[in-house]
Structure formats: C-alpha cells, structure tokens
C-alpha cells in the first residue's frame, strides 16, 4: 500500500508494512468495543435514575387526608411521621380552646364541682386534664391565676389515679399535700404561681373552675 504526502514539492512514495495495517485495525476494533460497553453503562444508570425519580414523584404526590377530625391510623399508614415527630398533631383548636403540643386545652369561667365539672368536659368532646409531664404542668401553670380542678382524685381503690385509670407518673403536690387521703378526696391546680408543686387536695363536693383536654 502506498500513501502519497503533498508537502509542496515533489511526490515522495511512503510504504506503510502489512503489519501495522493489522495493528490499526485492530486497536480500532478495540476503541469500538470499548465505546460500546461504555456506551452500555449510561444507559443501564440512566435507565435506573428515571424510575428512582419516578417513585419519588409517586410518593411526593401521597397526601394525608384532610378532615375536621384528624384520621391518625389512617394518616400514619399513608404518611409515615420522621423521626421525632409526633406521630398524630392537631392543626388548630376550636374557638375558646388553646393548643399546646398536640392537645386543646380549655379553662373555664363557670366554678362547679369536681364530677359536675367533669360532665361539663365531657359535653364539650373532651374530659378532665390529665398531666402527665412538666411541660403540660407548667402550660397550666404559668399566667393563670384561678384554682381548677383536674382529672386527679383518690379511687375506691384508696389510691389517686386520673381518669383514665393510670397511676401518676409524675405529681405536683405542693408543700404539706395531699392531705390525709380519704374517700371523696380530688386535686385542684393553682395556677398563677411560681412553683410548679401546686396542686391541693380538697373534698370534690367543692366548687371551683376546671380545665378541659382533647387530643
């Protein structure tokens, strides 16, 4: 094979050997391969970040139900909460109800007894207040000058317990409280102070103001 070269003179006759003929084919086949399986893995990553986005764009379009009531079993399964979330929030609360964490809480006007009290919550969608940490007690606590039942009382079982049957986890009594516990016996908070240890022990037949809770 004869290649022809022009370099503005005369014709100069190059012979290029047989066997580098072979090895630029060769090398040529081999850059071919090579473009071809890098070519193949594109499009293999391609292929597999369109349906990752795809899921994505599925799972972002999941809504939790809107409702009045908040549906919590439901809503969860759908939305699953992050980590450190709490599992289940109200939005807002109804008018004369204020919201702290995921509860309303309402403080009333009128003074009634313990059990009257507790109907009157009831009629409202809610119960008695049960406290069941500090942070709800000093909620309570802070800026209310008023004395109000609460959902503490001393059982037939002749130990106190809230309403919903369970034993205090953490209580508040103030100094020289409760008194010696008899039958008949529930707890007032006195908010307005500045010591958290507040609560008293008093008869039920008692009238005072009361606070009302609904998740």
């Known amino acids: ?8 003179g005369p014709y100069v006759d190059v012979k290029v050997p047989a066997d580098s003929k072979d090895e630029l084919t060769t090398d040529i086949y081999r850059r071919v391969r090579l473009y071809k399986r890098i070519s193949a893995v594109f499009i293999v990553f391609s292929l597999f970040l369109v349906v990752v986005v795809l899921s994505l764009a599925v799972e972002l379009n999941v809504k939790c139900p809107e409702s009045a009531e908040p549906n919590c079993e439901l ?10 979330i709490r599992e289940c929030q109200r939005s807002e609360c109804e008018e004369d109800w204020e919201m702290f964490e995921n509860s309303c809480y309402f403080f009333s006007d009128e003074r009634l007894k313990w059990q009257e009290s507790r109907e009157a919550c009831q009629k409202l969608g809610g119960d008695l207040v049960v406290i069941d ?5 000093r909620f309570l606590t802070e800026d209310r000058g008023m004395l109000y039942w609460i959902g503490f009382h001393y059982s037939e079982d002749q130990k106190w317990m809230w309403i919903n049957n369970t034993a205090p986890t953490q209580s508040f009594w103030s100094n020289g409280q409760p008194k010696p516990d008899v039958q008949g016996s529930c707890a007032l908070l006195n908010g307005g102070t500045s010591d958290l240890n507040n609560w ?3 008869p039920c037949t008692v009238i005072s103001q009361y606070i009302c809770q609904k998740c």
């Not at 809503?75 to 450190?84: A, R, S, V």
């Not at 940490?133 to 007690?137: A, D, F, K, L």
């Open 75 to 84: 809503c969860q399964t759908m939305c699953p909460p992050l980590k450190g």
């Open 200 to 202: 008293l022990s008093n």
């Open 133 to 137: 940490n500090e942070r709800v007690q």
């Open 1 to 8: 094979m004869y290649i022809q070269f022009c370099n503005f």
